[in-house]
């Protein structure tokens, strides 16, 4: 099983980045998905979660109408669009996904948001 996170950077408040996860090593069209982010010694924040399908999503308050997941079954890649970005986003994003019982993420991407 393979994660690997790209699209993060610097950006100013208020700008967009669009993250990329490339997953490889498992059916991932069966799977469902999630974004994490953490920031240095803080727990990892939940942030949205796909379904296999793509039909479904759901977003933490903290990004809800900011953030949109969404994932291309054909490529085994899901994606977040970030939008208004604040400072407060900075942190390291990552994709992970539950496999018959056990977490698998990605080593993650920095968003840094400052002007």
């Known amino acids: 099983v393979q994660l690997v996170e790209s699209g993060g950077g610097l950006v100013q408040p208020g700008g967009s980045l669009r993250l990329s996860c490339a997953a490889s090593g498992f059916p991932f069209g069966s799977h469902d998905m999630r974004w994490v982010r953490q920031t240095p010694g803080q727990g990892p924040e939940w942030l949205s979660t796909?379904?296999?399908?793509?039909?479904?999503?759901y977003y933490s308050s903290s990004v809800k109408g900011r953030f949109a997941s969404s994932r291309d079954n054909a490529k085994n890649t899901l994606y977040l669009q970030m939008e208004s970005l604040k400072p407060e986003d900075t942190a390291v994003y990552y994709c992970?996904?539950?496999?018959?019982?056990?977490?698998?993420r990605g080593q993650g991407t920095q968003v840094t948001v400052s002007s």
């Open positions: 992970e996904t539950d496999i018959v019982g056990r977490k698998y």
């Open positions: 796909i379904d296999s399908t793509g039909n479904r999503k």
